[in-house]
C-alpha cells in the first residue's frame, strides 16, 4: 500500500507559478501528474521514471516539470505561465508503467487531490 499526500495548490492569476508536491510513504518507480477539471474527465499530464525520464502532455509541455526526490520519496509538478484552463483538482498518482505513459488504467494509488484555480 502506498499512500500519496498532495500540497500546494490554491489560486493564482494568469501568467503566474505554482509547485505542487507529493509525499509518498515508499518509493515507487513510475509516477505521475493527472487532473480533473469540472465536468471532464481525468487526464495525465506529467509523468516520470525512477531513473528521471519524463513524458508531458501536449497541453502542458513547455510549461510544466514534473521532478522527484528519490531519497525523500517526493514528486513535484512545477506549473509556470498558468491558464484559467489549467483550473482542476491535480492528483498525485503511482503505479505501473502505464502511468508513464498517462494512461488511468495504469494507476494503482491516488492521492487526495489539490485544487489549482487559475483566474484570467
Known amino acids: 500500500q502506498v499512500q500519496l499526500v498532495e500540497s500546494g495548490g490554491g489560486s493564482v492569476q494568469a501568467g503566474g507559478s505554482l509547485r505542487l508536491s507529493c509525499a509518498a510513504s515508499?518509493?515507487?518507480?513510475?509516477m505521475g501528474w493527472f487532473r480533473q477539471a469540472p465536468g471532464k474527465e481525468r487526464e495525465g499530464i506529467a509523468s516520470?521514471?525512477?531513473?528521471?525520464?519524463?513524458n508531458y502532455a501536449d497541453s502542458v509541455k513547455g510549461r510544466f516539470t514534473i521532478s522527484r526526490d528519490n531519497a525523500k520519496h517526493i514528486l513535484y509538478l512545477q506549473m509556470n505561465s498558468l491558464k484559467p484552463e489549467d483550473t482542476a483538482t491535480y492528483y498525485c498518482?503511482?503505479?505501473?508503467?502505464?502511468?508513464?505513459?498517462?494512461?488511468?488504467?495504469?494507476?494503482?494509488?491516488w492521492g487526495q487531490g489539490t485544487q489549482v484555480t487559475v483566474s484570467s
Open positions: 515508499t518509493y515507487t518507480y513510475y
Open positions: 498518482a503511482a503505479g505501473g508503467s502505464r502511468v508513464y505513459l498517462l494512461q488511468l488504467s495504469g494507476v494503482n494509488y
Open positions: 516520470i521514471s525512477g531513473d528521471g525520464t519524463k
